[in-house]
């Protein structure tokens, strides 16, 4: 099994100097990763945000959860991942995945196509910019993408790449992931573009059973050498367990019971988390986990006590 280590995934701050001081304060934290999403919401834009984080920090990583794959060209995308990447000295993670998020395409006039088309676009990019980044240059033909003698310059400071990290909530996608990537984010299915009364289907524990035998069914041999990644949407530390589970229950449609087996959940007092990282570790192999901006401080006691276990 893989150590635990813990993210923080992060929208921005008022100041450039509140930014790198809450960088700072993750990395003093304990905390292995800040994150930022991709979106065109009220958050920093990513990879300028990352540059300014990597150069505040020391050891703490910056990545991406995730970029979409439609607003950057690969072979700019492979520029970009480069050039930040030799600026946090080999501390980036590369997230990237098809997008979902419906009302990022109405804003930007971005086609929405269906799934199966911007997944085969991601498929293309990653091609290219495996290339440029393993190969040195890209040549490559497809229905997306057409590409001729792309130079990878300048080279990341990680050899042969920096860590690629995929999520999704799909077979095709996770199939992907675990195919190709180091670190596999384990999600609902967001096909409906949108946080809604379709994502309780897809939170519960059988679900997220069946989502690990795609993703173990995909990598093969290779599944030991996979990091597997859980983004959480409901954390709360520090409160009874039994009553958090029951308030959280209706908003899934589910008992309590069944709240207790959803993985995107973590609730209840520092030792009730910490075992259940260790039970979740044990079923599924999560040994990654992400938390938001308003859990940073409150879970510090569990990044504390399980980080490295």
Same mark, same amino acid.
């Given at each position: 099994?893989?150590?635990?280590?813990?993210?923080?995934?992060?929208?921005?701050?008022?100041?450039?100097?509140?930014?790198?001081?809450?960088?700072?304060?993750?990395?003093?934290?304990?905390?292995?990763?800040?994150?930022?999403?991709? #979106?065109?919401?009220?958050?920093?834009?990513?990879?300028?945000?990352?540059?300014?984080?990597?150069?505040?920090?020391?050891?703490?990583?910056? &990545?991406?959860?995730?970029?979409?794959?439609?607003?950057? #060209?690969?072979?700019?995308?492979?520029?970009?991942?480069?050039?930040?990447?030799?600026?946090?000295?080999?501390?980036?993670?590369?997230? %990237?995945?098809?997008? =979902?998020?419906?009302?990022?395409?109405?804003?930007?006039?971005?086609?929405?196509?269906?799934? &199966?088309?911007?997944?085969?676009?991601?498929?293309? @990019?990653?091609?290219?910019?495996?290339?440029?980044?393993?190969? &040195?240059?890209?040549?490559?033909?497809?229905?997306?993408?057409?590409?001729?003698?792309?130079?990878?310059?300048?080279?990341? #400071?990680?050899?042969?790449?920096?860590?690629?990290? %995929?999520?999704?909530?799909?077979?095709?996608?996770?199939?992907?992931?675990?195919?190709?990537?180091?670190?596999? &984010?384990?999600?609902?299915?967001?096909?409906?573009?949108?946080?809604?009364?379709?994502?309780?289907?897809?939170?519960?524990?059988?679900?997220?059973?069946?989502?690990?035998?795609?993703?173990?069914?995909?990598?093969?041999?290779?599944?030991?050498?996979?990091?597997?990644?859980?983004?959480?949407?409901?954390?709360?530390?520090?409160?009874?367990?039994?009553?958090?589970?029951?308030?959280?229950?209706?908003?899934?449609?589910? @008992?309590?019971?069944?709240?207790?087996?959803?993985? %995107?959940?973590?609730?209840?007092?520092?030792?009730? %988390?910490?075992?259940?990282?260790?039970?979740?570790?044990?079923?599924?192999?999560?040994?990654? =986990?992400?938390?938001?901006?308003?859990?940073?401080?409150?879970?510090?006691?569990?990044?504390?006590?399980? @980080?490295?276990?």
């Amino acid at each position: 099994m893989h150590p635990f280590r813990f993210a923080v995934q992060l929208d921005g701050a008022p100041t450039v100097q509140a930014w790198r001081d809450l960088a700072r304060r993750c990395e003093d934290l304990g905390y292995s990763t800040l994150f930022i999403p991709d #979106h065109f919401g009220d958050q920093w834009a990513p990879l300028i945000a990352l540059t300014v984080a990597a150069e505040a920090t020391r050891t703490l990583n910056v &990545g991406t959860l995730v970029l979409d794959n439609d607003y950057r #060209h690969p072979v700019v995308l492979a520029k970009e991942l480069a050039t930040l990447d030799l600026v946090a000295e080999g501390r980036l993670e590369v997230g %990237i995945g098809a997008g =979902w998020m419906r009302t990022d395409y109405d804003e930007s006039g971005i086609p929405y196509d269906r799934p &199966g088309v911007r997944v085969d676009r991601l498929a293309e @990019s990653l091609e290219v910019i495996g290339a440029m980044f393993e190969e &040195g240059s890209a040549t490559f033909k497809g229905e997306h993408y057409q590409v001729s003698g792309a130079k990878g310059m300048p080279r990341p #400071h990680s050899a042969p790449r920096p860590k690629l990290l %995929i999520g999704g909530g799909s077979p095709r996608v996770l199939g992907i992931a675990a195919r190709q990537a180091d670190i596999v &984010g384990v999600n609902p299915n967001m096909a409906a573009g949108a946080v809604g009364p379709d994502m309780a289907s897809e939170v519960t524990g059988a679900k997220f059973d069946q989502k690990l035998e795609w993703v173990r069914r995909a990598a093969g041999e290779r599944i030991d050498e996979i990091e597997l990644q859980c983004l959480t949407f409901i954390v709360n530390v520090g409160t009874d367990r039994d009553q958090a589970l029951s308030a959280m229950a209706p908003a899934f449609g589910l @008992s309590a019971d069944e709240a207790a087996d959803v993985p %995107i959940a973590l609730v209840g007092t520092v030792d009730q %988390i910490c075992d259940t990282l260790e039970r979740r570790r044990e079923r599924w192999g999560f040994s990654y =986990w992400v938390v938001h901006q308003p859990e940073l401080e409150a879970f510090a006691g569990v990044v504390e006590r399980m @980080s490295g276990k």
